[in-house]
C-alpha cells in the first residue's frame, strides 16, 4: 500500500517531482521547436496570381521537396567542404594541446599549477562574439601587430580559415583540459608511484598510464567538438564584416541564417536545418561507434 509522508506527496512521486521542471523546459525549449521545425520544413508558400492580394499566399503541404533541393544545394556542400577543413585543424591542434596541458599539469614537478589551470581555461570564459572581436582587430592589417612581424594578410582568402581556427582553438582548448585533468586527477596516485619504483619515466608514465586511462574522456571531448565544428557559426559571422573574403554561406549554418531571416525562404531554412542535424548525428555517432570497442570496451 503506498505510503504517504505527512503533508506532501507520496513517496513514489517525489523522483517525477524532481524531473518536472527539466522536462518542462525541455518540451517547450527543445522539443516543440525541433517539431515545428520538423514541420515548417515539409510545407512551403504557395503564391496565386501575382501574390498581392488577401489569400494570394497559402501555406500548403510539400513533402521532401525541400529537403531534395537542400541535398542538391551546391552552396550547402561547398560550405561542408569548407567546414570540414575547418575542422580538422580544429580538433587536432585543440584537442592536442588540451591533452599536452593536462599531462603536463598533472606530471609529478609542475609548478605554479593553480595558476596555469586558470590561465589556460580563462579565454573558455570569454564569450565567443567578444573572442572573435578581440581576434578580428587584431587581424585589421592596419592595427594588427602580427601583420608588423610576418607580413600575412590574416583576413585574405588563403588564411582567412586558419584565422578562424585559431578563434575556435584559443576559446575552446581550457574547457577540454580541465575535462582531461580532472579525468587524471581521478586516478589513484598509487599507480604513478608504482610505475616510478618500476623505473619509469614521466615520459612513459604519461604515454604508457595517462594517455590509455584518458582515452574515454578524449573520446567524448572529440565527440562534443564534431558537434560544435558542424555548427560554426559565431566566427565566421563575426569576422564577416571585416573582410569581403567570408560569404554569406560559408558555413551551412550561416546558409539557414540567409535564407530564414535575409531571403525570408523559412521553409527551405527548416529543411536544411534539420539536414545539418542529421549529418551531425551520423558523424558524432559514427565516430562513436569506430572507437568504442577500444574506447568503453564494448562490442
Not at 155 to 164: H, P, V, W
Not at 211 to 234: K, N
Request: charge should be positive; glycine fraction near 10%.
Amino acid at each position: 500500500m503506498r505510503t504517504r509522508r505527512s503533508g506532501g506527496a507520496p513517496s513514489g512521486a517525489a523522483p517525477y517531482l524532481f524531473l518536472l521542471p527539466a522536462l518542462v523546459l525541455f518540451t517547450v525549449f527543445m522539443a516543440v521547436p525541433i517539431c515545428y521545425t520538423v514541420y515548417l520544413s515539409l510545407r512551403r508558400t504557395k503564391v496565386s496570381g501575382l501574390g498581392l492580394g488577401k489569400g494570394s499566399r497559402t501555406e500548403v503541404f510539400t513533402g521532401l521537396d525541400n529537403y531534395t533541393a537542400a541535398l542538391g544545394d551546391g552552396e550547402l556542400w561547398a560550405g561542408w567542404l569548407r567546414v570540414l577543413g575547418y575542422g580538422l585543424m580544429v580538433l587536432a591542434v585543440m584537442l592536442g594541446l588540451a591533452l599536452l596541458f593536462a599531462l603536463l599539469l598533472d606530471s609529478a614537478h609542475v609548478r605554479l599549477a593553480r595558476f596555469s589551470r586558470i590561465s589556460i581555461f580563462l579565454p573558455f570564459a570569454v564569450p565567443g562574439v567578444a573572442a572573435t572581436l578581440l581576434w578580428g582587430f587584431l587581424y585589421l592589417p592596419s592595427l594588427s601587430p602580427i601583420r608588423q612581424v610576418l607580413d600575412v594578410d590574416l583576413l585574405g582568402a588563403g588564411t582567412i580559415t586558419f584565422s578562424m581556427a585559431n578563434v575556435a582553438v584559443w576559446g575552446g582548448v581550457g574547457f577540454n583540459m580541465l575535462v582531461l585533468y580532472t579525468t587524471l586527477r581521478a586516478v589513484p596516485r598509487t599507480y604513478y608511484e608504482a610505475a616510478r619504483l618500476d623505473g619509469a619515466s614521466e615520459l612513459q608514465i604519461a604515454l604508457r598510464i595517462k594517455v590509455p586511462i584518458l582515452l574515454p574522456a578524449i573520446i567524448l571531448t572529440t565527440v562534443f567538438s564534431i558537434i560544435a565544428t558542424v555548427q560554426v557559426f559565431t566566427e565566421p559571422t563575426t569576422l564577416r564584416p571585416l573582410t569581403n573574403t567570408i560569404s554569406s554561406t560559408w558555413s551551412p549554418l550561416m546558409k539557414v541564417y540567409r535564407d530564414a531571416f535575409v531571403t525570408g525562404d523559412i521553409y527551405s531554412a527548416a529543411a536544411t536545418s534539420i539536414v545539418i542535424a542529421g549529418i551531425s548525428l551520423v558523424l558524432s555517432f559514427g565516430f562513436l561507434r569506430v572507437v568504442r570497442d577500444r574506447a568503453f570496451g564494448e562490442g
